[in-house]
Structures are given as structure tokens and as C-alpha cells.
């Protein structure tokens, strides 16, 4: 069985930026994306890619927020730009395994000053 391992998340000023990445290591795991839960609140999709090009992403993050992926190092990347307070959330990678769900730990986003 494979694994996911996020890495990248922090504390932030409102307005600075980061970048997440999602490493699939072992077994045979396809990256589909990256969703994210703020407190209190539930598990949403931030954004997803699909055959290295096609990417959809929450309205919320739109003209914010790039997803990318290097296929050589099976990871995908999150750039998260001029982030926001109600950014703050803890960001999880979400995979497929032969047809089964894939979750990372996740990586905590704090965006405050």
C-alpha cells in the first residue's frame, strides 16, 4: 500500500504565500488533489488535476491558488498566493490506490498577523 506525505504548510501573513507539495511514495497511487478542513467545519475540495493538465478548483481559491504536478517525482504541488485568514485550514492530498482512497496526515495552514 502507498503512502501520502504533505508537506509545506505553516503560519503565514494575510497576503504572503506558500507552497504545498504531495509526495506518493510505495504502491501504486494516482495524486487526484487537495482539499482542505477548517475548524469546525468539513473536509472541502481545493483543487484537482486530472492527466497533468486539467484542473478545477474551489471558487474561493480561483486566480489564487495553482495546482501543478511532477510527474517524474510522482508529487503534486499546491502554490497558494495572496492567502487569506479564512485560508486557514488544515490541507489534506487525496490519491486513488487501485480503486481505493488515499488520504496524506495533512499539513496545517495557519493565515494570520
Known amino acids: 500500500q502507498g503512502q501520502l506525505v504533505e508537506s509545506g504548510g505553516g503560519l503565514v501573513q494575510p497576503g504572503g504565500s506558500l507552497r504545498l507539495s504531495c509526495a506518493a511514495s510505495?504502491?501504486?497511487?494516482?495524486?487526484l488533489g487537495w482539499y482542505r478542513r477548517p475548524p469546525g467545519k468539513e473536509r472541502d475540495l481545493v483543487a484537482r488535476i486530472e492527466s497533468s493538465t486539467t484542473t478545477t478548483y474551489a471558487d474561493s481559491v480561483k486566480g489564487r491558488f495553482t495546482i501543478s504536478t511532477d510527474n517524474a517525482k510522482n508529487t503534486v504541488y499546491l502554490q497558494m498566493n495572496n492567502l487569506k485568514p479564512e485560508d486557514s485550514a488544515v490541507y489534506y492530498c487525496?490519491?486513488?490506490?487501485?480503486?481505493?482512497?488515499?488520504w496524506g496526515q495533512g499539513t496545517q495552514v495557519t493565515v494570520s498577523s
Open positions: 510505495g504502491g501504486d497511487i494516482i495524486i
Open positions: 487525496r490519491g486513488i490506490e487501485k480503486m481505493s482512497p488515499r
